[in-house]
């Protein structure tokens, strides 16, 4: 083996050792920081953020009846500006029915089929990602507040296992990206920390809104990983995770991404 | 119908310069990619943007498929009196979406 490749291999065993720790709380910072002026002013004006379309349609469906009993989620929780307020800070959350956690929209389900005896929605539908932008809306500005108490904590350290499990043909985990080069660019974007606060986001690549799971689905394709289904528990797991490592952030939903 | 935002000043000077904003929902499909069934996605755009300031035209404008989807269009008018806007928005096939706003000018 010659010099060079010594040292190569020396830095590349290094580098899978070496792994910079947790962003310190206070170094934490918004997505929106590593996006452009011009994003961060269409997300920060009502009139011009594209999602606030699908919100509107989120309050129609809120206001909606459906299933066998002829309920729309209005009729339970009455006004969401209240009702429901802070609420999406605190998701995903444990759900004794399924004995671990659930995000939003799988909260969202749960209380269509229970409660008002409806069909689930499909994960990524128009309907459902506008009650969740609808119900996310009403938090902004709010802090992150998922629990972390000893029945949530297997499930955030499940979720922190996959943000930094290498994977995927590129063998790369999210923290190398996220905790490890945060602030640096990637192509032309900045990489942002991945504070999972402005969920569901606009994306301007996608020209529509999605969740975080679509999102993080991406990102795994991105890795030439094979992603998880949509609700997977992996996937909600990492989306535990996520929103802990934000825990404090102001919500932001729904955001505008690049 | 179509989802629309739209913001004007309920309150402005005659003479003054406001800044109007639309917002339409819409998903403006170029017709230039292939679906997954290996078949072109038919063209499906919004193709004409009228305003008018009770009954003149004040701002027009022609779309074509590079328009992002669910357009958002702002312009600036002066207030010259009282009244109402209409905007109206024609997709290609001819189906025209109007919403109004009204305005107060002392």
Not at chain 1, 97 to 102: A, D, L, N, T
Not at chain 1, 121 to 127: G, P, Q, W
Not at chain 2, 6 to 25: D, M, N, Q, Y
Request: net charge negative; aromatic share 8%.
């Amino acid at each position: 083996m010659s010099r060079a490749a010594l040292v190569i291999s020396f830095v590349l065993a290094a580098a899978t050792v070496a792994r910079a720790a947790d962003i310190p709380l206070d170094q934490r910072r918004s997505d929106s920081d590593f996006i452009s002026a011009d994003t961060r002013a269409m997300q920060n004006d009502d009139s011009a953020n594209p999602a606030m379309l699908v919100v509107l349609d989120g309050e129609t469906l809120w206001n909606t009846k459906a299933g066998k009993t002829h309920q729309s989620c209005a009729d339970c929780h009455g006004d969401a500006a209240k009702s429901m307020k802070g609420v999406a800070a605190r998701y995903p959350a444990f759900a004794a029915e399924f004995g671990r956690p659930i995000d939003l929209e799988q909260q969202i389900n749960l209380s269509r089929v229970t409660d008002q005896k409806a069909e689930p929605l499909a994960f990524e539908s128009k309907e459902l990602l506008a009650l969740t932008a609808y119900i996310a809306r009403q938090s902004r500005g709010m802090p992150v507040a998922v629990k972390d108490d000893a029945q949530a904590q297997p499930f955030i350290d499940a979720g922190r296992a996959i943000f930094e499990q290498r994977q995927g043909q590129l063998d790369l985990s999210c923290a190398q990206c996220h905790d490890d080069n945060w602030g640096k660019k990637l192509a032309g974007n900045l990489v942002p920390q991945a504070m999972a606060t402005g969920y569901p986001i606009y994306r301007l690549e996608w020209q529509e809104v999605g969740s975080l799971q679509r999102r993080l689905r991406n990102c795994m394709s991105g890795m030439r990983a094979e992603p998880y289904d949509f609700g997977a528990p992996e996937l909600v797991d990492l989306e535990y995770f996520l929103m802990w490592r934000a825990r404090g952030l102001a919500m932001e939903s729904p955001a505008v991404r690049p | 119908m179509a989802r629309a935002l739209i913001h004007v000043p309920a309150t402005a000077k005659k003479g003054e310069i406001i800044e109007i904003k639309t917002l339409i929902s819409h998903v403006m499909e170029t017709g230039y990619r292939i679906g997954v069934t290996g078949v072109p996605i038919p063209r499906d755009i919004i193709d004409d943007f009228v305003c008018t300031y009770n009954g003149e035209e004040v701002f027009h404008a022609t779309l074509y498929p590079a328009i992002a989807a669910n357009p958002y269009i702002t312009f600036f008018t002066v207030a010259t009196e009282s009244g109402t806007l209409a905007f109206s928005w024609t997709d290609q096939h001819g189906a025209t979406q109007v919403q109004t706003a009204a305005i107060a000018v002392e």
